[in-house]
């Protein structure tokens, strides 16, 4: 069973529309979260990290919570632009950082 | 800071063949550097850890014989697809982690190579 949760598997928006991203994990003990946007044929693309501390992290339209209680985070995007249309992966560290659990991806596709 | 490139960015050979790939860090030593295969739709799979000097460490089920990892210098590490085969067409991407990783140990991803084995 995948350690790393993510819903919805895909999703289409309308440009200028808001979305969140959900992400489950049973990862522990647990170092940090990322968040990662991934285009088509790319590598992932750091967008937030956060510590068990931190609960909420910007980047631009890109808003990350954390809930190491329950062990969910989401991924917010405010004003979706075209652009955004991407995988975005979840990844949660495991054992202090020398190995990484990755989700499948939240397939976030932006329309006109 | 902290950029990760990757060449080829696409590579296409014949079943048998051997294929290199090279995975740089360009604005920091990377201590040590990850190589990943990522399937259609699927997560990012860990193939083998290379610390710079020494042996990688792969993965359960990923064939060392198969899949050479050179890490000769704090800035380059190689993957050689030998003998490939359709089954070894993939998108495969590296990471790297050094002295800027700062709190967050963290690791940057290159842009990937798609390798496709006729």
């Known amino acids: 069973k995948n350690q790393v949760e993510q819903s919805p598997q895909s999703l289409i928006i309308l440009e200028g529309k808001n979305c969140t991203l959900q992400c489950n994990y049973t990862v522990s003990p647990f170092s940090n979260l990322r968040w990662y946007k991934q285009d088509t044929g790319r590598g992932p693309v750091s967008l937030t990290i956060?510590?068990?501390?931190?609960n909420t992290k910007s980047n631009g339209r890109y808003t990350a919570t954390l809930d190491a209680d329950t062990k969910q985070s989401s991924l917010h995007i405010t004003a979706s632009q075209l652009s955004d249309s991407a995988s975005y992966i979840c990844?949660?560290?495991?054992?202090?950082?020398?190995?990484?659990?990755f989700g499948k991806g939240n397939q976030v596709v932006v329309i006109p | 800071g902290a950029v990760v490139s990757q060449h080829p960015s696409w590579v296409i050979c014949k079943s048998g063949t051997s294929v290199k790939i090279e995975c740089r860090s360009l604005d920091f030593q990377a201590t040590t550097m990850f190589w990943y295969r990522q399937f259609p739709k699927q997560s990012l799979m860990l193939m083998a850890t290379s610390n710079e000097g020494s042996k990688a460490t792969y993965e359960q089920g990923v064939e060392k014989d198969k899949f050479l990892i050179n890490h000769a210098s704090l800035t380059l590490s190689t993957l050689t697809v030998t003998s490939a085969h359709p089954e070894d067409s993939s998108f495969y991407i590296c990471?790297?982690?050094?002295?800027?990783?700062?709190?967050?140990?963290?690791?940057?991803f290159g842009p990937g190579t798609r390798l496709t084995v006729l």
């Open positions: 956060m510590t068990f501390s931190e």
């Open positions: 990471s790297a982690r050094g002295g800027v990783a700062g709190a967050y140990n963290e690791q940057f």
């Open positions: 990844v949660v560290s495991v054992n202090g950082n020398n190995r990484l659990a």
